[in-house]
């Protein structure tokens, strides 16, 4: 059957031309997996010129452990008509000339041309996207490993502030224990109280170096832009939000300055205050996230996290920030603590307030990175 046309453009030529332009790589092999057609994509993507491969069997093209196995591949096809990959398109590796390989997309069709069969690959090069995928992972095990020594260091000053108190009172119990046994000269017992009382001091001491060396962390700011690294969040933070039937929205104002901030830690913020708000709605009927970035002031830019769920009882929302204080059923509390402890130590401030359209807004501010003179 003659293809359609128009009638001033011949068809080879026409067919000719779109095999030689195409971005993608075209690809047209006979039954015994013989190359016929290898269009220039192919060419860039392989490194190989047609001349070194039309003719020869396509599995010079793929890497081990495909290369061993194709032509079986094709051998039980033609045997059995059981398609795998044809019709279908999947992702594999290609093998270039210099013996490196690519992740690729590789879509096979199957035709009959003459009275024999053909079959047709259209290939798409993956390493842009493997090289994307890589970078979101890397930077979700870097937000995680900070989030865990975010974490600990926060519970670990919770646990320092709540112990301090108990350590006073047995250090304060022991003494008067101890002077007790002093008047009424048991030895043995004054002896015991004292131990008490100096390993009481001694973790109070240890309790007030750990406070004193979580204080003085200090984060790793640079100057970054706010609007990319909220955008960065969203994508490492809620990536099944259409699964959740939850709508996210940024806006952004445009031209703003860049911020001077720990990208990971101004990441770790927004995604907690996104995972919150996404919990908070659970049984809304309406589930909207709304994130804004503008400029607040001369000095500050603010970040908002607005959402569509039953908002903040007002007996929360004066606790809200304490360490240890959740309304989850599983959890430590510590989540906006941390995040208001990291907002902090940039110099700015955590707080929530009512969504005049229904639910709560979460704003926090990081300073603006101000140039050297």
């Given at each position: 059957m003659a293809?359609?046309?128009?009638?001033?453009?011949?068809?080879?030529?026409l067919f000719?031309?779109l095999?030689?332009?195409?971005?993608d790589?075209?690809?047209?092999i006979?039954?015994r997996a013989n190359?016929?057609?290898?269009n220039?994509?192919?060419?860039?993507l392989?490194?190989?010129?047609?001349?070194?491969?039309i003719?020869?069997?396509?599995k010079?093209?793929m890497?081990?452990?495909y290369?061993?196995?194709?032509?079986?591949?094709v051998?039980?096809?033609l045997?059995?008509?059981?398609?795998?990959i044809?019709?279908?398109?999947?992702e594999?590796?290609?093998?270039r000339?210099d013996?490196t390989t690519?992740?690729?997309n590789?879509?096979v069709?199957?035709?009959?041309?003459?009275g024999k069969?053909?079959f047709?690959?259209i290939i798409t090069?993956?390493?842009?996207?493997?090289?994307?995928d890589?970078?979101?992972?890397?930077?979700?095990?870097?937000?995680w490993?900070?989030s865990?020594?975010?974490?600990?260091?926060?519970?670990?000053a919770?646990?320092?502030?709540?112990?301090?108190?108990?350590?006073t009172?047995?250090l304060?119990?022991?003494?008067?224990?101890?002077?007790?046994?002093?008047?009424?000269?048991?030895?043995d017992?004054?002896?015991i109280?004292?131990?008490?009382?100096?390993?009481?001091a001694?973790?109070?001491?240890?309790?007030?170096?750990l406070?004193?060396?979580i204080?003085k962390r200090?984060p790793?700011r640079?100057?970054?832009?706010?609007?990319?690294?909220?955008e960065?969040?969203i994508?490492l933070?809620m990536?099944?939000?259409?699964?959740r039937?939850?709508?996210?929205?940024?806006?952004?104002?445009?031209?703003l300055?860049?911020?001077?901030?720990?990208?990971?830690?101004?990441?770790?913020v927004?995604?907690?205050?996104m995972k919150?708000?996404a919990?908070?709605?659970?049984?809304?009927?309406?589930?909207?996230?709304?994130?804004g970035?503008a400029?607040a002031s001369?000095?500050?830019?603010?970040?908002?996290?607005?959402?569509?769920?039953p908002?903040l009882?007002?007996?929360?929302?004066?606790?809200?920030?304490q360490?240890?204080m959740?309304?989850?059923?599983s959890?430590?509390?510590?989540?906006?603590?941390i995040c208001r402890?990291?907002?902090e130590?940039?110099?700015g401030r955590l707080?929530?307030?009512?969504n005049?359209?229904?639910g709560?807004?979460?704003?926090?501010?990081?300073?603006?990175?101000?140039?050297?003179?």
């Open positions: 293809r359609p046309t128009s009638p001033a453009v011949n068809a080879d030529s000719d031309a095999i030689a332009t195409a971005v790589g075209i690809m047209v006979d039954e190359v016929l057609i290898y220039a994509a192919c060419e860039r392989f490194g190989y010129a047609a001349e070194e491969v003719g020869r069997n396509v010079m093209l890497p081990e452990p290369r061993a196995q194709h032509d079986g591949y051998g039980h096809y045997e059995t008509r059981e398609k795998h044809i019709g279908i398109g999947r594999v590796s290609g093998r000339k013996g690519f992740p690729m590789l879509s069709g199957e035709g009959m041309v003459g069969r053909i047709v690959g090069d993956l390493t842009e996207r493997a090289a994307r890589k970078r979101i992972q890397d930077l979700q095990t870097e937000m490993h900070v865990r020594l975010t974490d600990m260091g926060q519970v670990a919770g646990l320092a502030h709540e112990l301090n108190q108990p350590l009172a047995i304060n119990y022991s003494n008067a224990g101890r002077e007790i046994a002093q008047e009424d000269e048991q030895k017992l004054e002896t109280f004292a131990k008490v009382a100096e390993q009481t001694r973790a109070g001491n240890i309790i007030r170096r406070r004193s060396f204080e200090e790793n640079i100057e970054e832009d706010l609007v990319r690294t909220v960065e969040a994508r933070g990536p099944d939000a259409a699964d039937n939850i709508r996210l929205e940024l806006q952004a104002k445009a031209g300055p860049n911020a001077l901030i720990d990208r990971i830690q101004i990441q770790q927004v995604i907690n205050l919150n708000a919990e908070a709605m659970e049984n809304s009927s309406k589930r909207e996230i709304v994130l970035v400029q001369d000095e500050f830019l603010q970040v908002s996290v607005a959402d569509s769920g908002g009882d007002k007996d929360v929302a004066d606790k809200l920030f360490a240890f959740t309304t989850k059923k959890g430590m509390g510590m989540g906006l603590n402890g990291i907002v130590a940039h110099g707080w929530a307030e009512a005049p359209g229904g709560a807004v979460f704003r926090f501010n990081v300073p603006i990175a101000k140039s050297e003179p």
